[in-house]
């Protein structure tokens, strides 16, 4: 009996892990829908392009925002590449979430001009480090 309880409980946090889910690039305009979500440790968010070619890559919430570095910002950070559903593919990319720090995202493409045009993500975002305060600094970057 006491072993059945011990695999339950081992079990138990995978399956109450939650998938979220981000169109990018809906209706073709350059956007994550949502543009932000607050996700727990073994959640996974999967980033689907349903327009153009964009990326997902974490980037730095102040100072040099735009363009997101190639393989993104932090040891828990990610990096899409640039995915491409010029051929209807619907790409996506899947990111298993390690910790509950905020983490922000944008758009690598055309040199981070998307980004800057406010093709923004937030994860886990805070008072201190706002989506809408991201996305201000996003727009400010300069490039």
């Not at 073994?42 to 997101?68: M, Q």
């Not at 493409?109 to 008072?127: E, S, W």
């Amino acid at each position: 009996m006491l072993f059945v309880k011990a695999l339950l409980l081992s079990v138990a946090p995978v399956a109450l892990a939650v998938s979220h889910a981000v169109t990018i690039g809906l209706n073709n305009t350059l956007t994550f829908t949502p543009n932000q979500l607050v996700a727990a440790i073994g959640d996974t968010i999967t980033f689907t392009v349903v327009a153009r070619n964009h990326s997902t890559t974490t980037t730095n919430f102040s100072g040099k925002v735009c363009p997101p570095p190639p393989g993104g910002v932090g040891a828990t950070g990610w990096d899409s590449g640039f995915m491409s559903d010029l051929d209807g593919s619907l790409p996506h990319f899947t990111y298993t979430v390690v910790d509950t720090l905020p983490h922000f995202a944008a758009c690598m493409q055309n040199a981070g001009a998307h980004c800057k045009a406010g093709m923004t993500f937030a994860l886990n975002p805070t008072t201190d480090q706002s989506y809408d305060q991201f996305l201000a600094n996003a727009k400010a970057s300069v490039l």
